[in-house]
């Protein structure tokens, strides 16, 4: 089972690209002329290799305080009828962590995660 929470990467023009799911290809043509790219989502890591580019990866060997802060859920809000926005998981409403847990599909390793910050919360 994967265990990556985030695949991404900052270029040396300060642009963050991220892919959130597999087959997530997601290119940048920096300042510099260079293209960086980021793929595989939170199934695999491929990336381009510059030394320039700053590692944003994110797994759950990080520990939980480095997770919750890289961790983001997609929402359209309550209802539904907002624009997609993504929120950290420890910016997340317990009620909403508890409800994303009921849905089928999600990926492991974000339940995992969540669960685990119910924990934290729990335990402070």
Do not use: C
């Amino acid at each position: 089972m994967s265990e990556i929470i985030r695949n991404a990467m900052q270029t040396p023009d300060g642009t963050i690209i991220e892919s959130r799911h597999r087959h997530d290809y997601v290119s940048h043509e920096d300042a510099n002329g260079k293209t960086y790219v980021v793929d595989g989502g939170l199934d695999y890591f491929r990336q381009t290799i510059h030394k320039d580019s700053i590692n944003l990866n994110v797994t759950l060997g990080d520990g939980h305080e480095v997770v919750r802060d890289a961790m983001t859920w997609g929402t359209y809000g309550i209802n539904g009828d907002q624009p997609l926005t993504y929120i950290k998981l420890k910016d997340m409403d317990t009620a909403h962590i508890k409800a994303v847990l009921e849905i089928a599909g999600v990926y492991p390793q974000l339940k995992k995660a969540m669960r685990t910050e119910l924990k934290y919360r729990s335990d402070k």
